[in-house]
């Protein structure tokens, strides 16, 4: 059998947390014994983890991210105790450690999991853009460096990653969790007083800079000047002065009565299910948008900004548009409104099947599980 050990910051409400949820529900047990380490324990997803069968968590019990000499000594100490076959560095510090430890402390492999592309790092810290730098230049001493996405691979080795060691898996979705949901849709709607015949514009996902909500809020400015029955519908968290000052933004153009904040939400099928189709406004960073992917496998269709791996999921030129462009968005719905709701059903059925077919949890486990195994053969392993 062999050990893999996951490690990332946390197990908070995030795309990179949910897909690693995911992958350890799909693994073979039988095969792989995954541990999970967090460097903080708690967030959203810790409970769906503590109950896979097969899989261990842990936590090493951070104060804070600063404390550099007490993450090192026990993520040490715990790597030293369990032993693993690969060690699996989630996002930024997260590999470096998967790196640093996977080779000083043990025989482990070392995967790098990279999640992003065409990242602006003048909007985050000083320390994401130093942190990014030092892995490109570590970055062939990895075994093996995962990339959602071929936009983010493109990205990732034109910054100097290491193209030897890199593949592409794309995200996996639960297509049996994210399917179309029409009662309990309708019954989200029935409960915020929008009719069934409203058309609804449905935008997940955290209110993050990446995520470019200042487009998307121009955009619904735009589209409610030339359509009188129509709502918008924002389902994401974020930091309290983002969130905040969006929803100014919201009502300096008139939206406040159009547009609906539920804050992050948990049930998110029932918000696709709710909606018309659903809007990715990003303006950079992404690399697989997992909204795009999730509506679709709902049934539901997406008009995305043409950032990431879009263009690739959806598969369809007409609802892809590009980013910062709040007329380009905006005309993007308008061709979506134009459609009788027959045509938008239709378009929905194409779209999951599409997810099925090319992006679904299988799919992703398998790749994953090959790649494993080709790093370190089953009779290799450490029992």
């Known amino acids: 059998m062999i050990r893999v050990l996951f490690l990332v910051q946390s197990l908070h409400q995030g795309g990179a947390e949910r897909q690693l949820v995911t992958l350890l529900q799909g693994l073979d ?24 069968p097969g899989v261990d968590l842990y936590s090493i019990g951070l104060g804070s991210r600063f404390d550099f000499a007490g993450m090192i000594l026990r993520l040490g100490k715990l790597i030293r105790k369990i032993q693993p076959d690969i060690v699996y560095g989630l996002l930024g510090d997260a590999c470096l450690l998967a790196l640093l430890h996977g080779r000083l402390l043990g025989r482990g492999k070392v995967v790098w999991g990279l999640r992003a592309s065409n990242m602006d790092f003048s909007r985050y810290s000083r320390t994401s853009g130093w942190v990014y730098r030092l892995s490109a230049k570590l970055s062939r001493y990895a075994d093996r460096i995962i990339s959602n996405s071929r936009a983010g691979l493109q990205y990732h080795q034109r910054r100097g990653y290491y193209p030897g060691r890199m593949v592409v898996i794309p995200n996996g979705i639960d297509v049996n969790y994210f399917r179309p949901c029409p009662e309990k849709g309708g019954a989200l709607r029935e409960e915020l007083g929008v009719d069934a015949s409203m058309p609804i514009i449905g935008r997940v996902g955290r209110l993050d800079p990446m995520k470019d909500y200042r487009t998307f809020l121009a955009a619904a400015g735009i589209i409610a000047q030339k359509t009188e029955g129509l709502r918008f519908l924002v389902a994401g968290g974020g930091a309290a002065e983002n969130v905040q000052e969006m929803q100014a933004l919201s009502r300096d153009l ?70 910062e462009n709040p007329e380009a968005l905006a005309n993007g719905w308008e061709r979506m409104l134009n459609l009788s709701a027959g045509e938008r059903t239709k378009l929905g059925k194409a779209g999951r099947q599409r997810i099925i077919d090319h992006f679904s949890q299988s799919v992703m486990v398998e790749a994953t599980e090959n790649i494993f195994r080709d790093m370190m053969p089953l009779n290799d392993g450490g029992g």
């Open 29 to 52: 047990k039988k095969s792989f014994h995954p541990v999970v380490v967090t460097y903080y324990p708690g967030g959203k997803w810790e409970r769906d983890v503590e109950e896979i």
């Open 254 to 323: 008139g939206l406040a009565h159009r547009i609906v904040w539920l804050g992050a939400r948990e049930d998110l099928p029932t918000i696709y299910s709710a909606c018309s189709f659903t809007v990715s406004s990003s303006a950079f960073g992404e690399g697989f948008p997992n909204v795009v992917a999730e509506s679709l496998s709902c049934g539901v269709p997406c008009v995305a900004t043409d950032v990431g791996d879009s263009a690739m999921i959806i598969d369809n030129k007409d609802c892809i548009v590009p980013p």
